[in-house]
């Protein structure tokens, strides 16, 4: 199905995906496929334990993961609260992360373990056209791969990754492929970066860094973390560093979250080889904890999330100059 078969047509391929493929598509909590979601404002100035924050073809997106919602912001002026935002959805259970690959939106549902994909329509409204239920346990991450056009989804509790393809020229995503890192089973593990031919996943319940490879999933390496981070969220490579978040240390004192960087993956396994940035990038002196670094279009988006203040979670919005040092860009509400 093309663009231009409009709002009529996304709807009855919508209700194609649930009359015929039973069992794999089906209704969303409260929604179902090809449920319209009206345009509709933010009716507060604050998100609640944000998540992640992107720029996906053009438009702002902030994860609002304890409102249940995702917002967004198409006017290119975010402003200083969350009242200029619209909701695109509000029917998840503390989702954790978006990503596209130029058409659909496919969003992580985490804490009802599936995930979903979405369209625009013209008038502004988001529908949504596909529901994935069971996709492990409590899948927190995704991103979209473009050499592989394929949306990667994360398992956090299981050690699985959920690859889905959409058939071109149509809005329909299937499953094509799960693949399992045996070691992480049972390991809580929040988020993964793909850099180059591997796959960079952030594991607490490992301890550290943990690397496959992006074509056969086997094991590359393994970096351990020191206690003061262990924490990790995620690590992200930046110019000439990795960057590490961490939401606190390993034994949960949120006091110690930070995001540090280094040359290699190997200096996160020693405090002495890692630079503290958390203050660079806006973090923790109001309990603002780091968590997703994610990359859009060459630049880096973060989100802060504000623990002792009422909320007040806040986005940073950088890069890195040739030299190393550290761009603002901009700052989010």
Known sequence: MKRSFGIFGIIIYALILSVFIPGKVHAAPGAGSGAIFAVKTSDSPES????????LNGIDFIVDTYHDRILYNDTGVPGYNLFSWKVMADD??????????GLIYLVTDTDNSRVATYTRLPGGEFIELQSFDNVGIRPHYCVYDAPTASFYVWSSYTGEMYIYKRTAGTYM????????????????????????????????????IVVVNKKTFGFVGAYPVPTELGGVVQVVHVGSHYYLTTSS????????????????????MNLATCEDVTAKLGGVSGMQIPYYITECNGLFYTRLIGQASGYHDKGVVFTEDPFGNILILSTWP
């Open 48 to 55: 609640a334990v944000s998540t992640q924050q992107v720029n």
């Open 249 to 268: 240390d390993r034994y949960g004192n949120m006091n110690m979250a930070m995001t540090v960087r280094s040359t290699s993956l190997a200096g996160f």
């Open 92 to 101: 998840f259970n503390k989702p954790h992360s978006i990503s596209s690959d």
């Open 173 to 208: 995503v299937t499953l094509s492929a799960v693949k399992k890192i045996p070691a992480l089973f049972g390991l809580y593990t929040r988020s993964f970066t793909i850099d180059g031919n591997n796959i960079l996943l952030c594991s607490q319940g490992a301890g550290g």
